[in-house]
Each structure stands twice: as structure tokens, then as C-alpha cells.
């Protein structure tokens, strides 16, 4: 099992719809949960973090996490033609003891696509 | 501040040469991230720095990969002999604490 999976995609939507983006994680011990974005040729860029259960939001995006179920997941509402990029779910780990922080695995990246 | 910066942007090198990329990360930042992303592979986690000390580096491929970090403002990742495989655009990254990490423009590395 991969440490951090998200959907496969690629995922296409009209402008103005809703985007569900899905990530899904194995460690348990994990703390810290981020959402990038991707341009192409570009390096990734903070979209989000989250650190407790339940949903956060931040304009058009909102971030969700149950640790529960190791599942954390990014919707955009009123998605744009501006975007269309690769979304990259983050996880971020601590290390035993607690005295240190742990590594931060990417998912493989989902491609998504808002068209006109 | 100025942010993670890398360098160099581009390298194209010959198979077998030694190819070394520099990082400086974000002023007080005391963790740092080499990772190396290609569409096959996707973004993976190479080594990873806490305070200047390596603490996972199972990400590191071969034995002709290695990364230091001398000081808090500087770290480097260099390949030797490189190999045409090892053609890939490498990020590094910092953070404060657990915080969300800040990624470097990256360096495009060509071996022909």
C-alpha cells in the first residue's frame, strides 16, 4: 500500500462545478495535512493545511479530514478555467518520541481540468 | 524573504560526470526536503534534513546519491556517477516545525 493515495483521475468539470479531489493516507501516526497545486513547468505551491478533523475553508476551497478513516479530500467550488493543474495531496508524518517531524510524502497528483 | 532558492536551474551533463545542486532554504526554516519528481515517479521524498541532521534518506536511490547540509542555510545534493536515468527536475523544499512546506523553483537535470 502507498503511503499517500489519491484519486487516479484525470478529472475534467465544467466551469462553475465542483471539483472533489480525494487523498487517502496509511500512517496513522500522521499530523500535518496540506493540498498543493502544480502548474505545469512550476513548482508546487501551498493551496492548503489542515491539522484537526473536520472542514476548513478558505475562499472557493474547502479542505476535510477524518482521521478516522486516514482520509482527507480538497473540494473548489465555482471552479475556474485558472484551475486546471496538478493537485497534489501532502502528508506529514512525526517521527517516534515525538521529539522530531517526520518526512512529508506526496501523492502521485491528480490532473484536473475546467473547461470553458 | 527571497525563499527556497536552487541552483542551478538547468544542468546538462554527460553521463558518468559528477552534477552537484545547491539549495538555500527560508530563513529559519529548520527542516529540508530533497525530492525529485518525473511523470513516472511522480514527486518522490529523497532525504530529509531536521536541524542539519539527515533522519530519512531510504529515499535516496543508489549509493551514487548523497546529501549534506553543513549548516542551516545551506544544503546540497550531489550524484555521482550520473546516469542517463537519473534525468528528473529536483525540488527542494523547507518548514518551520510540522508547518507546510515552501519548494524551490527546482533544478532540470538532463544526462545525455
Known amino acids: 500500500q502507498k503511503e499517500v493515495e489519491q484519486n487516479s483521475g484525470p478529472l475534467s468539470v465544467p466551469e462553475g462545478a465542483i471539483a472533489s479531489l480525494n487523498c487517502t493516507y496509511s500512517d496513522r501516526g500522521s499530523q500535518s495535512f496540506f493540498w498543493y497545486r502544480q502548474y505545469s513547468g512550476k513548482s508546487p505551491e501551498l493551496i492548503m493545511s489542515?491539522?484537526?478533523?473536520g472542514d476548513k475553508e478558505d475562499g472557493r476551497f474547502t479542505a476535510q479530514l477524518n482521521k478516522a478513516s486516514q482520509y482527507v479530500s480538497l473540494l473548489i467550488r465555482d471552479s475556474q478555467p485558472s484551475d486546471s493543474a496538478t493537485y497534489l495531496c501532502a502528508v506529514r508524518t512525526t517521527v517516534a518520541g515525538g521529539t522530531s517531524y517526520g518526512k512529508l510524502t506526496f501523492g502521485q497528483g491528480t490532473i484536473l481540468t475546467v473547461h470553458p | 524573504d527571497a525563499g527556497v532558492i536552487q541552483s542551478p536551474r538547468h544542468e546538462v551533463t554527460e553521463m558518468g560526470q559528477e552534477v552537484t545542486l545547491r539549495c538555500k532554504p527560508i530563513?529559519?526554516?529548520?527542516?529540508l526536503f530533497w525530492y525529485r519528481q518525473t511523470m513516472m515517479r511522480g514527486l518522490e521524498l529523497l532525504i530529509y534534513?531536521?536541524?542539519?541532521?539527515?533522519?530519512?534518506d531510504s529515499g535516496m536511490p543508489e549509493d551514487r546519491f548523497s546529501a549534506k547540509m553543513p549548516n542551516a542555510s545551506f544544503s546540497t545534493l550531489k550524484i555521482q556517477p550520473s546516469e542517463p536515468r537519473d534525468s528528473a527536475v529536483y525540488f527542494c523544499?523547507?518548514?518551520?516545525?510540522?508547518?507546510?512546506?515552501?519548494f524551490g523553483q527546482g533544478t532540470r537535470l538532463t544526462v545525455v
Open positions: 523544499a523547507s518548514s518551520q516545525g510540522a508547518s507546510e512546506a515552501f
Open positions: 534534513f531536521n536541524n542539519n541532521v539527515p533522519i530519512d
Open positions: 489542515i491539522y484537526s478533523n
Open positions: 530563513s529559519g526554516h529548520n527542516s
